[in-house]
């Protein structure tokens, strides 16, 4: 099957890349207490679950440019 | 203070110690290629690792046993700013995917080893490549160090006294990586995750379910560091300096030998690449294990050894298991953070080993060495460097190895222009680089020089407080970024001015970096091939 996407289009999974550094790079975002996960502070399981984001952002970034071979 | 001695614990970590140096030994015949006696073989594991023996590699490789007691000890200390590891094992992933699989393809088409190597070819010059190399060795020294500071605060929380344990663990590491190379590590990083992953899954269930629960637990550590005057959220002084250290310890972290010898020994560039998107699993438990401190904060746990002003925190993650776990799970726990210092110490040492052999004593000692000379050379640097490491252990003060650790990110971080840059484009001069190293290396020395921390004057830490320049402000920032910044800054402005002088010959082309995939292994899934 032919591929439709454009690489142009394709690229722009890349700015995937940004999100994470974004998200826990940046301590404005997330230096709190409230609201806070079983006693955890947001600043603490904020952090742990961008682990798993940068996990699925990566990945994609990985499935999406193989596909692109 | 020494603890009253464990048998039951001693008995179990030397058990398990003996169990992985047979392990050690047994790995000469693992996917043994022709013959072991050449940095290919002996220093790359014939770079034929897949996904799972890569992930557990690299994985064994950057996340230390230093790392497992010195980030809970840092958020013991120092609260919230300890924290920091965990944005750093973030951000590192989308930073290196790209230059680390490009990095890949192109030591691959020439056969490079070592990123000095890499730099030699690409830029031409063979004084930017023997920086690069000092650069890479003297920052992983003190790192294999304190790969000792796992191990050493086992043995103080297990009631032993002496150091007699650390160089029998040490000689007899030295001994299996001499005969068995990368495989060693390798082989018993399988063990020494598989251990750690259970160890730690146990504690951040077990031990809160022991405390009353991350609500006392966190409540508990607050009041504990209000004391001191910290905090388990961050000053709105201390964002700059997280933020830096963070970004900047990512950049570094693939810089090390040790983390380029992981990347190259595995089979493809597919393999480099789908591991970044594996290898936060890790990140994972690093995150948990942090945590470790503020349990152990929680539990009121006193740390042993060191001295009275200065009690040596390493030891609360062992003290705290030995309180809260029934001894035989504690004595599994010890042997997991033993082993799990014996692997990366291994993949520094042979990173390095394989940097002195390609990049200091072939180009520059013995033009001829043969393949065999080689590896030989690479053999016997790996065990001086890990008795080397002993030696300075036990021999100068631990604080000393500590704070020259701090100083090892922002060591080698000054060789991100030449090889990262480098991966990318030819527009800079070689001698514009070694400028920008040499400027961004000083500038970086200096400021570490002017540093003091509690305990000492100079080289106190890694964290510079601006207001030594005379900026009203409590803030700090990371003195990495800041020679890293200055050394770019230099580099840029002199390629222009250095036109005229002759450029270096680059011995690679724009397709080398590209692709270049093994050939299809006869298992796994391999490259996507034939799709359309």
Redesign the interface.
Known sequence: MENQTRPSRRKLVLLLLLVPLVAVLVPEFYNFAQPSIGGMPFFYWWQLLWIAGVAVCVGVVYLVMRRAR | MIPPFNGLEFGIVAGMFAVVAVLGFMATRWRRGTSLASVEEWGLGGRRFGTAVTWFLIGGDLYTAYTFVAVPALLFGTG?AG?FA??Y???V???V?FAAARMWSVCHEHGYATSAEFVRGRHGSPVLALLVAITGIVATMPYIALQLTGIKAVIETMGIGGDWPLWIAFVVLAVYTFTSGLRAPALVAFVKDILIFVMVLVAVIYIPYKLG???????GAQSALAAKGYS???SGS??LG??TL??GSALALFLYPHAVTGVLASRSR?VV??N???L??Y??ML??IA?LGYMALAAHVKPVGGTAAKPDTTTIVPVLFNSEFPHWFAGLAFGAIVIGALVPAAIMAIGAANTFARDIYKPYIRPNASEREEGLVSQLASVILKLGAVGVIVGLKLTFALEFQLIGGVVVIQILPSVVLGLYTRWYHRWALVAGWIVGMGLSVYMLYITPSATATHFGSASFALSSWGIDTKMTIWTGIVGVVANLVVATGLTPLLARLPRGRDETSPGDYLEAEAPPMPFGPGP?VG??
């Open positions: 919230a924290f965990v944005p094992t973030i951000a992933f989308p930073l995917m629960g991350y609500n006392v637990i966190f409540h388990t959220l961050l201390q964002y997280y933020t963070a970004l597919d690449k789908k970044m998107s594996l936060p699993a990140s994972l995150g948990f945590l996507a799709r359309t």
